[in-house]
């Protein structure tokens, strides 16, 4: 079985600075990669995803993340964060093996400070 | 707009009676899940179905069945909440074909037991 691992639970940041959410996970041969945000009372949305191609992937609200095989990394980042960035984000992880199955991280929560 | 609905948003239930939460999707993905998601936690996934094959977690207790009458509809029961049960419940689908693993998630239902 995966297993994916959030390094960071809670992450403090000020309005308009970058950030960096780590995502680390078990090694496994064609691993499809996902990042999901929660905002509080609310279902989980789509950010980015990566199945195959660019290592480099952006997604919606400014955010991308990048692939790294050798690290087994997928750390999303965004240049500038906003106030409406405070949210949960949710790292997951599925393979060919695994077929349809998640692997969700314990998550990170994002509070931008203005 | 295709989406995942749950109803209802807000359920509260007292200890020991039965309830019932449901999901529906207008996207005719084949599987259906469910996951409980408790405070500042991943969601956990209870069970899914891949067409009308029932797939259940080998830690869902057996207070927790599900039924899915058709493609569109899935419900969760759950016989005897305890206070344990509270959470968040998310109602997610996807469809079942190589290079679509993306999980759509509704919006839950935050089940209280009193």
């Known amino acids: 079985a995966q297993s994916v691992t959030q390094l960071d639970s809670q992450v403090p940041v000020f309005e308009e600075a970058p950030v960096e959410l780590r995502c680390n996970y078990s090694?496994?041969?064609?691993?499809?990669l996902f990042w999901y945000v929660q905002y509080p009372n609310q279902g989980l949305q789509l950010l980015l995803k990566y199945l195959s191609g660019s290592t480099l992937v952006k997604g919606i609200n400014g955010f991308e993340a990048e692939f790294n095989k050798s690290q087994t990394s997928f750390h999303l980042r965004k240049p500038s964060v906003h106030i409406s960035d405070t949210a949960e984000y949710f790292c997951?992880?599925?393979?060919?093996?695994?077929?349809?199955?998640?692997?969700f991280g314990t998550g990170t929560s994002l509070t931008v400070i203005p | 707009d295709a989406m995942v609905i749950q109803n209802p948003r807000y359920q509260v239930t007292q200890f020991g009676k039965p309830v019932t939460l449901s999901c529906s999707q207008t996207?005719?993905?084949?599987?259906m899940y469910w996951y409980q998601q408790k405070s500042s936690q991943a969601p956990k996934l209870l069970f899914h179905?891949?067409?009308?094959?029932?797939?259940n977690e080998a830690d869902t207790p057996d207070n927790f069945q599900s039924r899915r009458p058709n493609t569109s509809f899935c419900f969760l029961d759950i016989r005897s909440p305890g206070l344990g049960d509270a959470a968040m419940y998310l109602c997610?689908?996807?469809?079942?074909?190589?290079?679509?693993?993306?999980?759509?998630f509704g919006p839950g239902t935050r089940l209280t037991v009193t």
């Open positions: 997951a992880v599925s393979s060919r093996n695994t077929g349809n199955q998640f692997y």
């Open positions: 090694s496994s041969v064609s691993v499809y």
């Open positions: 997610a689908t996807s469809r079942a074909e190589v290079g679509s693993y993306e999980q759509y």
């Open positions: 179905y891949y067409d009308k094959d029932f797939n």
């Open positions: 996207l005719n993905h084949n599987v």
